[in-house]
């Protein structure tokens, strides 16, 4: 909920004695916007648009190659949940983004990439291309709708976060991190 405040000018002209005269007087009033609240991820709400595990995530799990965590329902990476990311082999459609809105959702990952770290994306899990943080993605309606994989050729342990910002109009946005350990 939101809370604009409008100062409202009255302006009233009044008749004296054939004279016209011009009075102001200022009323000041809270005007209450109600505005739908769109959780990408919580553990109390369903989400809409939210990040979670893709198709062969249990597979490179199993492998030591990534590791998450999911909560809620529908299961949701939530909001500072760490990713860990191991080198052994490239990692390809390790997550993937959920929209479950009837409209489009713009997407930018933000964040500084190591030398190193790839993150790979596309809305086919067979085959991700190369993604240049802070490029706007448009999640279509339906689910699931990106695939994201981290490829990673360095051995030196490395802490970064990237910063999924989702955008459902203009004016109403969210961010989420995540926290990405490689070899940690």
Known sequence: MRGNHLILKIFSTMMI??????????????????????????????PVVFLNEGPSYSNQKTLGLVSTSETGSPPNIVNGTIIYINNTAPILATL??????????????????????TICNSSSSVTLGNYIPGTRIILKPGSPDQYFGFGVTTISPITFTL???????????????????VNE
């Open 17 to 46: 004695i054939g004279i016209t005269v011009l009075a102001i007087s200022s009323v000041s009033f809270a005007l209450i916007v109600f505005v739908s609240d769109y959780p990408t991820s919580s553990t109390s709400l369903n």
């Open 96 to 117: 993937e983004t959920n929209n479950t809105l009837s409209t489009n959702v713009n997407l930018w990952i933000n964040g500084t990439l190591p030398s190193g770290v």
């Open 163 to 181: 910063f999924f910002d989702y955008q459902f109009s203009p004016g109403i946005s969210v961010t989420y991190s995540y926290p990405i350990y």
